[in-house]
């Protein structure tokens, strides 16, 4: 579903059905990491004007590069660089309208001009982030940041990220 008018009510809608999939399409599910993949796949088929929607999850004291939809990206974030280690080090939620203006920021792909990064927490830690960009200059808003805060509650309780790396994931 393609909902191209950027009114706040099609966005609201837009969300509540983002929300519905993925409750849906993670239903029963305990892999984490199979889950990422279909929600990172759901976000990109769902949400207009996006080149790409993924996960980076904390190992250590970087994040990796996880399920995403969209050209290739960077593998290792250091937390504190770029708009997701950003987000990490100060664990909130980053909506950058023009990432060109972000300092620091990590062109992975240089058609990106706006982001969105939600950290994803368990336990209170961070464990990941969301990550969204988009070609268009100011494509995020208030109504995006709570759709997809919405969204990471859910992950938050779907997922288990202990074994993430280690394979029983």
Same mark, same amino acid.
């Given at each position: 579903m393609y909902i191209s008018e950027k009114t706040s009510e099609n966005k609201e809608k837009m969300y509540d059905l983002l929300l519905r999939?993925?409750?849906?399409? +993670?239903? =029963?599910?305990d892999c984490t990491l199979s889950n990422l993949s279909n929600i990172s796949?759901?976000?990109? *088929?769902?949400?207009?004007?996006i080149n790409w929607a993924g996960f980076y999850?904390?190992? /250590?004291?970087?994040?990796?590069?996880? %399920?995403?939809?969209?050209? %290739?990206?960077?593998?290792?974030?250091?937390? =504190?660089? =770029?708009v997701c280690g +950003?987000?990490?080090a100060e664990n909130k939620t980053m909506?950058?309208? /023009?990432?060109?203006k972000f300092p620091g920021h990590i062109a992975c792909d240089g058609a990106s001009n706006s982001e969105i990064v939600i950290p994803i927490r368990q336990k209170g830690k961070?464990?990941?982030?969301?990550?969204? *960009?988009? %070609? /268009?200059? /100011?494509?995020?808003?208030? +109504? *995006?940041?709570?759709?997809l805060e919405k969204a990471v509650e859910i992950i938050e309780k779907i997922c288990d990220f202990n074994n993430v790396f280690d394979g029983k994931n």
């Open positions: 999939k993925l409750k849906v399409i +993670t239903d =029963g599910v796949a759901l976000i990109f *088929d769902i949400l207009p004007d999850l904390k190992k /250590n004291d970087e994040l990796l590069l996880g %399920p995403f939809g969209g050209k %290739p990206a960077c593998v290792k974030i250091e937390i =504190g660089k =770029g +950003t987000a990490v909506l950058i309208d /023009n990432v060109h961070i464990v990941g982030v969301l990550d969204i *960009d988009s %070609p /268009n200059l /100011n494509r995020f808003d208030e +109504t *995006d940041r709570e759709g």
